[in-house]
């Protein structure tokens, strides 16, 4: 099925650990997003990237990176978590006005 | 970055009534989206506005993109069960879309 997959789901982290959330989309889009959602605060871009190869910041990008490497795939990493990016991370692809969002990684920091 | 208002921040209703939000902005937008999103899910685009003073509906969904381009207004009508979640606006402006802070919708039956 077309759409937006995010993997992994839900993480629990100690506080210096890193990881990687992995966005993968199939409908070769060109500009991809991430987000993250906090309760009051709305959706907040974190990073975005604009084609292949590409990366910008966003909103809140400070201990984010990102990587683009092939079209398809869209890499958000953490390189050591803090207990306040416990949130929930949903990656999205667009094309045009068509936003397509995954159904987001709920991420714990203790 | 840009600031979308989103009001009100959460609506208890019965079932059957009507429902009506808003998003302003300080910022004039290209484009509007409302979104709405169900729990532990990502959000779906409900309707998309592309130019000052357009209506659009989808269904018993409704929503305007006001002339001055600096606010939108999505109406539902006849609200069942099934609305329950919450509703974003979303803000094009260059590359990037803004997002209000949503309005939790809560239908009662």
């Known amino acids: 099925n077309a759409g937006v997959t995010q993997t992994p789901k839900f993480r629990v982290l100690k506080t210096g650990q890193s990881m990687t959330l992995l966005c993968a989309q199939d409908?070769?889009?060109?500009?991809m997003y991430w987000y993250r959602q906090d309760p009051g605060m709305g959706l907040r871009l974190i990073h975005y990237s604009v084609g292949e190869g590409t990366t910008a910041k966003g909103e809140v990008p400070d201990g984010y990176n990102v990587s683009r490497l092939k079209k398809q795939n869209f890499l958000l990493g953490l390189e050591s978590a803090a207990p306040s990016q416990t949130s929930v991370y949903f990656c999205a692809s667009r094309q045009g006005a068509g936003y397509t969002f995954g159904s987001g990684t709920r991420l714990t920091v203790v | 970055g840009q600031q979308l208002n989103q009001s009100p921040q959460s609506m208890f209703i019965q079932e059957g009534e009507d429902v009506s939000m808003n998003c302003t902005s300080s910022?004039?937008?290209?484009?509007w989206l409302w979104y709405k999103q169900d729990p532990g899910e990502g959000p779906v685009l409900l309707i998309a506005?592309?130019?000052?003073?357009e209506l659009t509906s989808n269904g018993r969904l409704t929503a305007q993109f006001g002339i001055t381009r600096k606010d939108s207004f999505l109406n539902i009508s006849a609200s069942i069960p099934s609305d329950v979640g919450i509703y974003f606006c979303?803000?094009?402006?260059?590359?990037?879309?803004?997002f209000g802070t949503g309005t939790s919708l809560t239908v009662i039956p």
């Open positions: 409908m070769n889009h060109e500009y």
């Open positions: 506005l592309y130019k000052a003073g």
């Open positions: 910022s004039i937008f290209n484009t």
């Open positions: 979303a803000g094009l402006t260059g590359n990037q879309f803004y």
